[in-house]
Structures are given as structure tokens and as C-alpha cells.
């Protein structure tokens, strides 16, 4: 499936700056009440600086990964930023994205965010979404699915790790803080992860 990177990154841009006061909002809650206000900087930037001209999915998705990393500030920086960098590690030189193709950046943001966060799924973060995202996907295409619907059924399942997060008590960043007076809270990452692969999915469909 051949798409324009830029349009893509810029789309996953305007839905976070278009969302940028519920994510702030959600991180009121329970953080430094900063992260959309952050997220949405930072996706401006990649928006002025990510090449309009580059078709090479991987040097632009490292490029984002860069900017985000020197622009958003707090914890989302590294994560965000590492994220896109691994992913574009393994896209590098990909003018065409295959359902495989993504299946491997899934994996190299996961690997990315767990080595730079030292988190694991369950623990409030981006990863209760992204994890068993990345696992209805692999799931999915593996049994024949169109990389569209099988990112319709990880979007699904990311939803409902947005509302795993609910559940339970944050044991990483600001949140962990308040340790079970977090619980009741959905985390502030997995929602803006969960918009991001809601866009590529609406953009891919597009």
C-alpha cells in the first residue's frame, strides 16, 4: 500500500493538536497537566519539519521522532520520540507501507518505549493500549486480514486498554504518586497513542 508520509504524520499532528485540551484535561487528573499542551507543540514542530518532499517512510518517521524528542517536554518526549524513531529504524528506505511493514514498526515502538520507559503493560502507560493493539494486528493479519481492518480490530482493542487504565493504579511517572487515588483516571499516553493509530487507520482507509 503506497501513502504519502508526510499527509499521514501531519493527519496524526492535527487530531493531537485538535485534542489537545482533553489531553491535557485527562493528565490534570493525574499528571503535570501538560501532556496535550506538550504533544500538540511538539506535532506542530513536525509539521513545519518533517520534509513535504521525502517519500522515504523511515527517514521522515525518524525525523518526527527527533523533533518530538527535542520538542515535547516531560516524559512523552523520550517515549514518543523513541517510538518513532525504532519505528523509522525498520521502515528505513520504504517508499510502500505492507501490513507486515507496520506489524515491524509496531514491534520496534514497543521494544523502543519498554527500554526507554522501563515499563510494561499493566502499568497505566501508553503500552495498555499500544500492547494488545499490536496483538489484534498481528493477530488479524495473520489470518488474511487487509492492513485496514486489522488496524480497525487493533484500534478496538486499544480503546478498551484506554479503559483497562481505569482500572488500575499507576506505578510510572507522576501518577504513581498518588498511587490508588489514580484508579478511576484513564492515563493521559494511552489515549493519545490510541488517536494516533485511529488516524493512521482513517488515513490508510482514506
Request: net charge negative.
Amino acid at each position: 500500500m503506497s501513502t504519502r508520509v508526510y499527509d499521514c504524520l501531519k493527519a496524526i499532528g492535527e487530531k493531537i493538536i485538535e485534542n489537545r485540551d482533553f489531553l491535557t484535561d485527562l493528565d490534570r487528573e493525574i499528571g503535570d497537566a501538560d501532556h496535550g499542551v506538550n504533544m500538540a507543540r511538539g506535532f506542530q514542530s513536525v509539521i513545519e519539519k518533517v520534509s513535504q518532499d521525502d517519500s522515504d517512510i523511515g527517514a521522515s518517521l525518524k525525523k518526527a521522532g527527533m523533533t518530538l524528542l527535542s520538542t515535547v517536554g516531560g516524559a512523552s518526549g523520550p517515549l514518543y520520540g523513541t517510538a518513532y524513531m525504532e519505528a523509522g529504524k525498520v521502515l528505513m528506505g520504504k517508499e510502500t507501507l505492507t501490513a507486515d511493514d507496520l506489524k515491524l514498526a509496531l514491534e520496534a515502538a514497543i521494544a523502543g518505549i519498554q527500554k526507554r520507559g522501563k515499563a510494561e503493560k499493566g502499568e497505566k502507560t501508553m503500552l495498555d493500549s499500544l500492547i494488545p493493539a499490536y496483538d489484534v494486528y498481528c493477530e488479524k493479519i495473520g489470518g488474511g486480514a487487509s492492513i485496514v481492518d486489522a488496524l480497525d480490530a487493533a484500534c478496538t482493542a486499544a480503546n478498551e486498554g484506554i479503559e483497562f487504565t481505569k482500572t488500575i493504579a499507576a506505578t510510572k511517572g507522576r501518577a504513581s504518586y498518588l498511587g490508588d487515588r489514580s484508579i478511576g483516571h484513564q492515563d493521559p499516553g494511552a489515549t493519545s497513542l490510541t488517536l494516533t493509530l485511529e488516524t493512521i487507520r482513517d488515513f490508510l482507509k482514506g
